[in-house]
C-alpha cells in the first residue's frame, strides 16, 4: 500500500459565470457557505490568483487546473491498483478501509462532487471538468466568466 500524498489539499479554484470578480467571489463564497460535501474555515478571495475568461492567462491557467485533477485521479487509480485492485469486478470484494475511502474519493472526481481532492471545480456545470459547450460559451463572452481562487483553512469533507 502506498505511503505518498495522493493530492493536493489547497482549496479548489472556481470557475464561476459573473459580470465581475466582486459577484464571482460572492457565487464562490455562497456555495462554500451552503454545500454539505465540504467546509472550510476562513475563506477568503485571492484576486492577484484570479481571472476572467478575458485574461491571456486564463487558457493555460484552465489548462493547468484540469490536468492537475486528472493528475489526482490517476493517482487515486494507481494507488488502488496497488492495493491489489486491477479489474472493476474485483472492487465488489474491497472491505471498508483506506481503499475504499481512495475510491470514494475518485468517484467524487469523476461525478463532479466537490471535495479536499478538487483542483478546479467548475461551479457552473457542477464538475470538475469544463464541457465543449461550456468552452464556446466562454470563447463568446470571455467577460462573463472568472477563475476566483480562494484561501481557506482546515478543509473538511463531510460526506
Known sequence: MSTKPHTEMAPPTFLVEADNYKQGCEKVERFLDRTLLIHYDNISCVRVESCSAA????????????????KNMVTLIEE?????????????????GFESKLLHTLVHLVDGFIGVDSVLYNLI???HHISETLHRKIEQTPNRYWLIHVEAENPQTLI
Not at 485574461?55 to 486528472?70: A, C, G, P, W
Not at 488502488?80 to 471498508?96: D, R, T
Open 55 to 70: 485574461d491571456k492567462m486564463f487558457r493555460q491557467k484552465v489548462q493547468h487546473l484540469v490536468e492537475s485533477n486528472k
Open 125 to 127: 456545470e457542477d464538475s
Open 80 to 96: 488502488i491498483q496497488e492495493s491489489g485492485f486491477h479489474q472493476i469486478a474485483e472492487l465488489a470484494e474491497m472491505k471498508q
